[in-house]
């Protein structure tokens, strides 16, 4: 079978079909076939032969993005076998059979129906074989061939990255690298110069070029500088087909910048600066600044400035403010321009990072020439020093001197000056000053134990100008003087011991004085010289502002004495010497053998009356607990002392008991129950138990015939009211019970109370007719009517 292919459309690809059909099976798209076959002929023996291979197959080209309106020839399918009857049929199967490729199952002929895209898919696998149409078998075994998709220049060259942006250092020299870009080609590189990418600048020139292979930037000029142009845009371009013309091209742009180096000195725009300063301004404050340019960016501008010289060099300094790369020019000493009208500076400023590849360009420092002008102002007064420090002693009188301050206008006016002291409102004003002369006075006398030191503020002004103050600080040192006597310097509780011996050390004292330690100690101790001499204690001055108190003889007794004063004197050092005399107190206890107090003249009373402090303790104990039963037992005995006046109303808590166990309900006598039933006559029956009360009791029919006329309802209404207006009433509820039922009752009361005392008129004979269940009832009241008739 034989397989040809003539899709060819240039020259080049006549010569390729023509060569690969000459040679079809070294070449593309040539494909041969060739099947033996046997034959029998009568009268000859069968003679086997070695079967060769049917198929030979080579690959197929088809060209991509095919446009024809018919469908592109791709090659042909031939058996040996086809006899060119129509009765071999050709299949093909595979990628895109059907779809994309179709075959002339008569002819073998496959044409491709779409137009292929070689980037998208470059081969399709396929498979051929003939069949007997007839028997429908197979005339030739299946086989593969592959069908590629032959590339034509349809992608032009992109570059993914772009756009760029770079920067290259100012003053690079020329053939420095920037930047390297690529351009990518879809398509075959394997196959003509359809990928074959060529470089050119289309935008930059002269300044930077490319080389047409690598697509490497380079600067094309020596020495560019950022100060004179900073940014480029530059157009590169990538054509494939190796630059010829009809190929395909893309381009990108690259933004380079030049970034700074410091390859430019500072420079002050003006070679001589002048200022003006008054004289009025503070030390340490700002009076001035100045700038020196500079080209560089960042850190290569940055600029420190000095004065180098100058007459002002050490009254103004110089600093350098990082944010504004500003001279900061403050004032270091006061100005004064009475003293020197105008001061000349030298400032320089240089650059604090240095390259050394442009030290050529250098210096990199300028100067310039500063002249200050100082401004006279009218100041204010000016003391002759900054403080003042005074001394005037204790006690003085009234107006002395204590010291001058001395106050000038520094103006070439020279006016007047006056003085006077700032006090605050609640300040004592123990000193005054001469308005003219600045004289500071006493006005009361001082006392340094009080106040040693005073701070005062003195104020001076200018006579034709009040609103210029200064102030100046005058201190005032009180001296003392020897006007305080010593004093002991505490209380002391002197202790002497009944078996003292004489010559013992009983206590030590000290004194002190308010003065100065200079009219102070040293202190002297001593006795009272016109007292006679004391025979039990003796006084020794220990030279060292102390004093012993010494015992002069054997034993003590409490019994006998138990308090000795003695009476001592204390000198101090002053000149002249002051002293006080003072009493001392000294106790007589017992104390053990090592000296410890053991009990004082308290205690030693009590032992003498043979009673310890815990037995006074009992005793006292005893007689309170006495008296607590007392008072205990009369507040018993008040409190249970019965009221004289009891209303019978008040039955709380009030129990009658009574031996007699009466008569049943014909006994009334042991208890009237008439207040019970009675309102009104309850509220009468008052009376009081410890005397027998004279009533006069009236007839029992009497009193029944009230209780029917009085309405119980309107009675307890009554009692409710008293007893929530009464504020002496108990906070306890009251029960109170009454067996009165009211009036206008047609039955009458039901109550077994009256029932002897009552007549009735009810005829009882009924209850007999209500039935055996009433019997019992009705026997009952029969024999009381019986008993009642009879």
Sequence with gaps: MKITSTSCICPVLVCLCFVQRCYGTAHHSSIKGTRNQTKHIEGETEVHHRPKRGWVWNQFFVLEEHMGPDPQYVGKLHSNSDK?????????????????????????????????????????VLHAQAIDRRTNKPLEPESEFIIKVQDINDNAPKFTDGPYIVTVPEMSDMGTSVLQVTATDADDPTYGNSARVVYSILQGQPYFSVDPKTGVIRTALHNMDREAREHYSVVIQAKDMAGQVGGLSGSTTVNITLTDVNDNPPRFPQKHYQLYVPESAQVGSAVGKIKANDADTGSNADMTYSIINGDGIGIFSISTDKETREGILSLKKPLNYEKKKSYTLNIEGANTHLDFRFSHLGPFKDATMLKIIVGDVDEPPLFSMPSYAM???????????????????????NSLVRYFIEYNAEDDRFFNIDANTGTIKTTKVLDREETPWYNITVAASE???????????????????????????????????????????????TATDKDDFANGPRF????????SVNPNFTLKDNEDNTASILTRRRRFSRTIQDVYYLPIMIS????????????LTIRVCACERD????????????????????????ILLCVVILLAIVVLFITLRRSKKEPLIISEEDVRENVVTYDDEGGGEEDTEAFDITALRNPSAAEELKYRRDIRPEVKLTPRHQTLATLESIDVQEFIKQRLAEADLDPSVPPYDSLQ??????????????????????????????????????????????????????
């Design 84 to 124: 060119g009857d129509g009765s071999v049929k050709y299949i093909l199967t595979g990628e895109g059979a059907g779809t994309i490729f179709i075959i002339d199952d008569t002819t073998g002929d496959i044409h491709s129906t779409k137009s292929l895209d070689r980037e998208q898919k470059t081969h399709y």
């Design 391 to 413: 001394e005037v002693y204790e006690n003085a009188k009234i107006g002395t001197v204590v010291g001058t301050v001395l106050a000038q206008d520094p103006d070439s006016a």
């Design 463 to 509: 006579n034709d100008n009040p609103g210029l103050l200064s102030h100046v600080t005058v201190g005032i040192r009180v001296l003392d003087v020897n006007d305080n006597p010593p004093e002991l310097a505490r209380e002391y509780d002197i202790v002497v011991c009944e078996n003292s011996k004489p010559g013992q050390v009983i206590h030590t004292i």
């Design 524 to 531: 002297n101790f001593f006795l009272d010289e016109h007292l």
């Design 572 to 583: 101090d050092g002053g000149i002249p010497s002051l002293s006080s005399s003072s009493t």
């Design 595 to 618: 000296g410890r107090v053991r009990t004082c003249h308290a205690e030693a009373f009590l032992s003498s009356a043979g009673l310890s402090t815990g037995a006074l303790i009992a």
């Design 737 to 790: 019970t009454y067996a009165y039922e009211g009036q206008r009752s047609e039955a009458g009361s039901i109550s077994s109370l009256d029932s002897a005392t009552t007549q009735s008129d009810q005829d009882y004979q009924y209850l007999g007719d209500w039935g055996p269940e009433f019997k019992k009832l009705a026997e009952l009241y029969g024999e009381i009517e019986s008993e009642r008739t009879t």
